[in-house]
């Protein structure tokens, strides 16, 4: 056979290879599960990220995008396979070691990042535990223009003939880009808005009370006078 006959056999082939492969993957894809969850002998853990608090996304969350100071929330479910077991669950982020460094804060929730909630020893399996956290990405932090993991980790204990024995789950509830621009309904700490601040008195009022105060004066010096 010449060698373009043998070339162009050989790119045949390797296309239905290719082709093949990509049907497989496929296949693969279409047979994965929409829910990320974490699961271990003790229990099951479920995470759902949103901006709004309305609309939920399965964690893991991999396209979101906030500006700086911007809420968001996160929504977990946290459920017992066995009688008997304490749980015990943390936030935290991905290169990061505290509360301090991270690009999150906590708003409203049972427990701020990095801090270790003790959730007690459950005492019936298939029990569900529900948590919502309100958050925001910090206004001053220092990732703007790069993606922070925000994770949430489950712990369990179980005792048994005097032997404690642990197993845990933890994941990545969403992947944060931080856009470098200042959230549009950001609140500094003070209680002022970070944009045009409108709270003063309405443009020119003070003035025209001046205006009216000299008013008075004049016309009760020019009365008292007479």
Same mark, same amino acid.
């Given at each position: ?5 043998? $070339?162009?056999?050989?790119?045949? !082939? ?11 993957? =496929?296949? +693969? ?12 002998? %003790? ?5 759902? %990220?949103?901006?709004?608090?309305? &609309?939920?996304?399965?964690? /893991? ?6 500006? #700086? ?5 996160? *929504? /977990?479910? @946290? ?6 077991? $304490?749980?015990?669950?943390?936030? &935290? ?13 906590? +708003? ?5 990042? %990095? ?11 298939? /029990? ?7 958050? #925001?990405? !910090?206004?001053?932090?220092? $990732? ?14 179980? *005792?048994?003939?005097?032997?404690? %024995? ?6 990545? =509830?969403?992947?944060?880009? @931080? +856009? ?6 950001? @609140? ?10 409108? /709270? ?12 009216? =105060? ?6 009760? *010096?020019?009365? *008292?006078? #007479?």
């Amino acid at each position: 056979m010449y060698p373009t006959l043998l $070339w162009m056999s050989y790119i045949g !082939k390797m296309k239905t290879i290719v082709f093949i492969f990509v049907i497989i993957q =496929a296949l +693969l894809i279409s047979f994965l599960p929409a829910t990320n969850a974490g699961e271990c002998d %003790y229990g099951t853990l479920h995470a759902w %990220y949103s901006e709004d608090d309305s &609309s939920w996304e399965n964690a /893991t969350v991999h396209d979101a995008k906030l500006k #700086r100071g911007e809420p968001f929330y996160i *929504k /977990t479910v @946290i459920s017992t396979k066995i009688n008997s077991v $304490w749980i015990a669950m943390k936030l &935290s982020e991905t290169g990061e070691n505290s509360a301090d460094e991270s690009s999150f804060e906590v +708003l409203d929730g049972p427990c701020d990042m %990095y801090e270790m909630i003790d959730l007690g020893e459950i005492p019936e399996k298939n /029990t569900s535990l529900t948590y919502t956290w309100k958050m #925001r990405v !910090k206004p001053d932090t220092n $990732w703007a223009g790069g993606n922070a993991p925000l994770n949430i980790g489950v712990f369990f204990d179980k *005792k048994v003939n005097d032997e404690w %024995y642990s197993d845990d789950i933890s994941f990545t =509830a969403v992947n944060i880009y @931080i +856009l470098d621009e200042l959230w549009d309904g950001h @609140i500094e700490d003070n209680g002022n808005s970070s944009g045009n601040n409108d /709270t003063n008195d309405t443009p020119g009022f003070g003035l025209l009370f001046t205006l009216i =105060a000299i008013a008075v004066f004049l016309t009760w *010096k020019q009365k *008292k006078n #007479r």
